[in-house]
C-alpha cells in the first residue's frame, strides 16, 4: 500500500472530489459510515460515546458520527470548543444536522472538565485533522490533557489530535493517545515510528473510496508492505523441482557461548525453503550443529575463532549471528570481502566488524542486505536525533552504496538502492528478544538463495518473520513465545500465503 504525505492525501481528496464526482460533504458523509460501521461492530456491548470536535473537517467526521451513531440506537454526547463557534463549511453542515437531533446533547470542552464520566463510555477524537500544523494549545490542550488521563477506551478519527502525519513531535507536545486509530484509506508515516506510532494505538484503515486513478498515478517512495504485496512477491513451489531448484545457503557465524545465534538462523533458513544449507562455523561447533541441525551441513572455519571464509561462489552467505569480534575473524571477514563480489547479508558481529573502520562499510558487495538494529546503524553511519531521522540517513546510505538495509524497528523498514522505504506491519512486541535477528537473517538468506532479488529477499523476509511472530504471540502470548516459536510458525505462514495465491476452481 502506498504511504501518501498530508498534501497528497488532500490532493486524493479534491481529484476524487472532482472525477467521481462527488460533493466534499458527501464524501464526509462516506468516510463517516465506514467509521460508524466499523464502531458498531466493535463496540457492540458498548452503549454510550462522547465524541469530542473540533472545528475543522475532522470535526465535521465527528458531527457525521455522532449523528449516525445516535440513529444506531447508541447514547452520543458531542462535545466542541465553542457552541457557537466558526466552522469549516462541511463541518458547519454536519453540525447543523446534528443540532435537529433533540436526544444528542452538545456540549463545551469546558463542560467536560466538570463532569465524570463512566468508563464504560467511549471517547471518540476528532479534534484535528492531518491539516494540523502547529503545536496544540489552549482549550484543545486542555481536552486532551484530561481525555488521556481516563482509563476510557479512546477512538481517533484518521489521526490522532496533536499528531502530524509526516514528522515527529516537539517534546511536551499535547496528542490525544488512542488506544484504536480509524485511519482513512492509508497509513500515515507518524504512524510507523515508534516517537509517534505510540499515540495511534492499533491502526485500522478504512476504505473509503478514494479515487483509484490518483491513487494509481501518484508516485511516492514510502509503502507498507501488506498481503496484496507479499501475494506479487512470493513465489509457489513448481512441483517438477528439486534440491537443486531452491538454492545453497551458507550462515557464517558462532562463536563460544553464542553458537545458538548459529543455530537459529540454520534453521531459520532450513525452514524457509532452500534447497541445501551449510554452516561454517568453529571447530568446536559440529556436534552443536549437526545435532540441532542435522539436515545442515557443516564446514569448519577455524579452531577457535572463523578465520578463514573460503565459500563456493555459488553459495548465498548469510554473516554474523554470534560470529564474535576476535581480531582473527575481523581480518578473514575483510579479506574475504575484499575478494568478494556477490551479494550477501550482514547481521550482528559482522556488522559490528564493519563499524570498527570507516573504509569497511564500502567492501560490501552491491546489491548486499545489511540488517542493523538502531544501535548498530549508529555505530556504522552515526547518531541521529530520532527515528525518522535515522530513516532519512538510511536512505541517503542505501543511494551511496547501492545495498539493501533493513533498518529493524516495531516497524521494520527495508530501504533500497533506489530509495524506497517499505514499512512492515507485521510482527509484536514479542520479538524483543534474543535471537530474533537470527532468525531474520537465515529466512532473508534462504530466500535470496531461491531467486528472490534483493529487495524483495528482504520485503518477504521482514514481513514473513512478522507474520510467523503473530502466530506464535496468538499460540505463547508476546511474553513467553521464544525465537524457536517464530522458526515453527514459518510452517503456518507459509500455509496462509499459499492458500491466498493458490488458483481455486
Known sequence: MKIFTAEKIRKCDEFTIANEPIASVQLMERAAQACVYWISENCKIHKSFAIFCGNGNNGGDGFAIARLLYLKGFDVDVFVKDVKGSFSQDAAINYKKLKDFSGISIKEFKDFQKERIPEQTICIDAVF??????????????IINKLNSLQNIKISIDIPSGLFADKNIDENSAVFKADYTLSFQFWKRSFLYPETGKYAGKVVILDIGLHSQYINETDTSNFTIDDGLIEKIFKPRNEYSHKGSFGKVGIIG??????????????????????????????????ILQISSPEAMFIEGGKNYIENIEIDQDIVLGIGPGLAIHQETE?????????????????????????????????????????PHPKEFERLFGKTK???????????????????????????????????????VTGNSGLA???????????????????????????????????????????????SMQPSDVIKELETTFLYINKKVTKKL
Not at 129 to 141: N, Q
Not at 334 to 356: C, E, G, T
Not at 445 to 455: D, K
Not at 459 to 468: A, F, N, Q, T, Y
Request: aromatic fraction near 8%; charged fraction near 20%.
Open 254 to 287: 558462532g562463536s563460544y557461548g553464542k553458537m545458538g545465534a548459529a543455530v537459529l538462523s540454520v534453521k531459520a533458513a532450513l525452514k524457509s525453503g532452500t534447497g541445501l544449507v551449510f554452516a561454517l562455523s568453529p571447530k568446536y561447533g559440529y556436534d
Open 331 to 371: 581480518e578473514g571477514l575483510v579479506n574475504f570481502l575484499k575478494n568478494y563480489s556477490s551479494p550477501v547479508i550482514l547481521d550482528a558481529d559482522a556488522l559490528n566488524i564493519i563499524s570498527k573502520d570507516s573504509s569497511y562499510i564500502n567492501l560490501v558487495p552491491k546489491n548486499s542486505i545489511i540488517t
Open 129 to 142: 485533522g492531518t491539516g494540523l500544523s502547529r503545536k496544540v494549545e489552549g482549550e484543545e490542550m486542555k
Open 386 to 424: 530520532d527515528s525518522f531521522e535515522r530513516s532519512d540517513l538510511a536512505v541517503h546510505k542505501a543511494i551511496e552504496l547501492k545495498i539493501c538495509i533493513v533498518l529493524k524497528d516495531h516497524h521494520t523498514q527495508v530501504i533500497t538502492p533506489e530509495g524506497n522505504v517499505f514499512y512492515n
Open 433 to 479: 528478544k534474543g535471537g530474533s535477528g537470527d532468525i531474520l537473517t537465515g529466512i532473508i538468506t534462504s530466500l535470496l538463495a531461491q531467486g528472490y532479488s534483493s529487495e524483495n529477499a528482504a520485503v518477504l523476509g521482514v514481513w514473513l518473520h512478522g507474520k510467523s511472530a503473530d502466530f506464535a504471540a496468538e499460540k505463547h502470548s508476546k511474553e
